[in-house]
């Protein structure tokens, strides 16, 4: 059985323009990030309103073998101030879609103990809860890939308030992501030796062979993790519309590593990414080095010298974040 991912827990020193990215804030997440979990209230109404319903739940992706049962939890709240009969329907979406849904078989159980395929109600008072567990079984396999399990949550007393969970379950298969966008080269290999090495797997998006789209299917399915790498080669792969789908990605929850030597110099122009994601506001093109220092009292760089060693030539291009200075723990410069 192949080991998969159980938390990201990574530290990467970029020999490149690199960034670990972090979720941008969309009001109705939690900022706290425990076990590579990111816990998600999804609901509507609630306050003052008379009907209001909402789900709890940890956003990440999980991991099964062959055979496998997957289970997870959601909690249903009535988040309004009137007693209310909620009623809660499944659905799945299938990667491959020739997949049917006796090979993998989901089905959500709650407190009583009797599980459901399809809609059930519940009279919850208000502020009242209840535990629901989500299962996926693969009940044939042979079949690699990722499910998506959806539970929605609608008001009898006022059917305009809906929640919605996602669930994102992948089989026999990785749940990093990584990107190989260098232009035919070989750079994303030293990436992917990191990952074995570390005892992980990661699927592999060719962007030269397999074409620039949306690697992560509009992010449903929520990988723990997306590598990105540009190489040495051309960035000007990386449009407006990457960066679309880069932000959706982090607001979906996801973690993201981008190292590219010339991301920012074939970008030329700042964005909302590398604005409000990146938080930049400048760059200098094709700044090279050779060793980094810890800028004297940060929490985390102070007394470190790193030597960059690296087969990629160096023509990196530096930042300037004169907003953010805390976001900025080294210096680089040439050795002598």
């Known amino acids: 059985m192949r080991r998969f991912l159980p938390a990201v827990t990574a530290a990467l020193l970029g020999i490149l323009v690199c960034a670990a990215l972090a979720p941008a804030s969309t009001g109705n997440e939690t900022a706290a990030v425990e076990g590579g979990a990111l816990p998600q209230t999804e609901g ?36 309004g101030t009137e007693t209310d009969v909620i009623t809660v329907n499944i659905a799945s979406d299938r990667r491959p879609s020739s997949v049917q849904s006796f090979e993998w078989f989901a089905n959500y159980c709650d407190e009583s103990g009797l599980c459901h395929f ?60 990584l990107v190989d966008d260098d232009g035919g080269a070989n750079d994303q290999t030293y990436m992917e030796t990191a990952v074995e090495d570390a005892g992980y797997f990661s699927q592999v998006w060719d962007n030269d062979g397999d074409g620039i789209g949306d690697p992560c299917d509009s992010c449903p399915f929520r990988y723990r993790a997306l590598l990105w790498t540009t190489g040495s080669g051309d960035a000007t792969t990386i449009t407006g519309a990457v960066e679309t789908i880069w932000m959706d990605y982090l607001d979906a929850g996801g973690a993201m590593f981008l190292t590219s030597s010339d991301y920012l110099s074939s970008r030329g122009a700042r964005s909302t990414f590398t604005d409000d994601y990146l938080h930049l506001d400048s760059w200098d093109d094709d700044v ?48 002598p």
């Open 118 to 177: 399809g809609p059930w109600p519940y009279t919850l008072a208000p502020d009242e809860t209840e535990l629901i567990d989500v299962h996926v079984l693969d009940q044939i396999g042979t079949e690699e890939g990722r499910i998506v399990v959806t539970l929605t949550a609608t008001s009898g007393g006022d059917p305009g308030q809906v929640a919605t969970s996602h669930s994102g379950v992948f089989i026999e298969t990785p749940s990093i992501l």
């Open 44 to 79: 509507s109404g609630g306050g003052s309103r008379a009907y209001g319903v909402a789900f709890e739940y940890d956003l990440h992706p999980y991991e099964m073998s062959y055979g496998d049962t997957s289970t997870h939890y959601v909690t249903l709240r009535n988040t």
């Open 288 to 335: 090279g080095g050779t060793v980094v220092t810890g800028v004297p009292g940060n929490a985390i760089s102070d007394g470190m010298a790193l030597t960059l060693l690296s087969t990629i030539p160096s023509s990196d291009d530096g930042i300037g974040n004169p907003s953010y200075p805390d976001d900025s723990f080294f210096d680089i410069f040439e050795s």
